[in-house]
């Protein structure tokens, strides 16, 4: 890993989705085009940067089920994940953090159903996608 990419790593949130899932694609070109602030900072679940970071976290699902969520040290999965990211979006997406209050095995739940089907909802990428020139910076893997 590069300096300025480990730089990037202490500073943003970073969100790992899974590069090979058509609807965690989408997902991230959604998050791209309302992260008005552009402080989120993307790595696929395949990546070195992935397999590193998250060698040490103890994780009850395997990956790559869930989209992951990085910021100041701490690693949210499922739900967690999901909502966090929402309040890094402009309004009214940022309004879905306010989901944080349900309780997380009712969150946890439906996003379980959603990331068993997500291939079945959106099917597989052949490859990652390919950010603009101007997202690329925010790519760290």
Known sequence: MTTSAKEKLKQAPLVFYDGTCGFCQA????????NTKQNLHF???QSELALKLLA???LKAPLPD???????GILYVESDAALRIAGHLRFPFSALKLGLIIPAFMRN???RIIARNRYHIAGRAEACLLPTHQQRS????
Do not use: E, T
């Open 109 to 111: 739940a439906i996003y």
């Open 56 to 58: 040490g976290a103890q």
């Open 43 to 45: 790595a696929a679940l």
């Open 66 to 72: 869930s989209m992951l969520f990085f910021q100041n």
């Open 138 to 141: 925010r790519f760290l893997a």
């Open 27 to 34: 997902s991230v070109q959604f998050v791209l085009k309302h």
